[in-house]
């Protein structure tokens, strides 16, 4: 399965119910040398704050991607290269594996399949809004992730594994377990990347690096640290 992500590094998560820094501004962050911007968060999210992220990125030319967190917020508009839709592999809820995008086709008119793509998601720190809202059962050990990522890439044909530690840095074992686990799918990390060294150490263990909430709390020079450290960490692996 193919798709822009395997060319990418790193990606940056801007979440539309949190500010930018200072005077920064969307031009900044489309700036960051980032690979690809996703737009989503779990809590407070509209498809108002969803648009006015789209309206402030659409004229630069990094690659926007629009994840929902239900089926609500989804903006239908031009400028968006496509929709990742999440499915939280190990939500005990399982609105949150079926329930949202049987009600996102049900009430869609006409769905856009081309520009649809699926993450499946491993949530793993349970502190974070995604696992308390989900029901995430996060004490898997290293073999049950592994399982996910294959039953995810095998069984349910994803074409994204994101090993999600959202506001966390993550168990680089976990990580590898679930690279190793997959064939062709894409794997995604999230969770706690704050500098260079963070993302580079990361960056050994997955495919594409996620950067979330340091655009918000430290802002776009900080991102650019991380966009370094992802690229570094991925050129000396395809060196080895
Ligand atoms: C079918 C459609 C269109 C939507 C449903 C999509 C699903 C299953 C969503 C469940 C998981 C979810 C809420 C994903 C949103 C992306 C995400 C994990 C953002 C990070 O959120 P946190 O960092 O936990 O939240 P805050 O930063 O808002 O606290
Ligand atoms: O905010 P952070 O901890 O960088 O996490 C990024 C992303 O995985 C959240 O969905
Ligand atoms: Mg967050």
């Known amino acids: 399965m193919t798709g822009p992500w395997t060319d990418w590094n790193h990606v940056l998560k801007v979440d539309p119910d949190k500010d930018l820094v200072g005077d920064e501004t969307f031009e900044d962050v489309c700036r960051t040398g980032t690979d690809a911007i996703e737009i989503g968060g779990t809590l407070d999210i509209t498809a108002d704050k969803m648009q006015r992220v789209v309206d402030a990125c659409a004229e630069y030319d990094v690659p926007l991607y629009q994840e929902p967190s239900n089926p609500g917020v989804v903006v239908d508009d031009e400028a968006l290269d496509g929709y990742l839709i999440p499915t939280v592999f190990n939500a005990k809820d399982a609105f949150w594996i079926t329930g949202a995008h049987k009600e996102w086709v049900r009430i869609e008119n006409g769905m856009d399949w081309e520009r649809t793509h699926t993450e499946a998601y491993i949530v ?21 992730v592994a399982s996910y990522a294959a039953v995810a ?45 963070s993302a580079y150490e990361m960056g050994q263990h997955t495919d594409v690096v996620v950067v979330g909430d340091l655009l918000h709390d430290e802002g776009v020079d900080a991102v650019r640290e991380t966009v370094e450290g992802a690229r570094d960490a991925m050129k000396e692996r395809a060196e080895a």
């Open 124 to 144: 793993l720190n349970p502190e974070a809004s995604v696992a308390q809202l989900t029901d995430a059962n996060c004490d898997l050990a290293v073999d049950d």
């Open 153 to 197: 890439e095998r069984m349910f044909g994803q074409e994204i594994v994101y090993v999600e530690y959202s506001g966390t840095f993550g168990d680089t074992e976990k990580v590898q377990a679930a690279h190793d686990a997959l064939d062709d799918c894409t794997l995604f990390y999230g969770g706690g990347i704050h500098d260079y060294d």
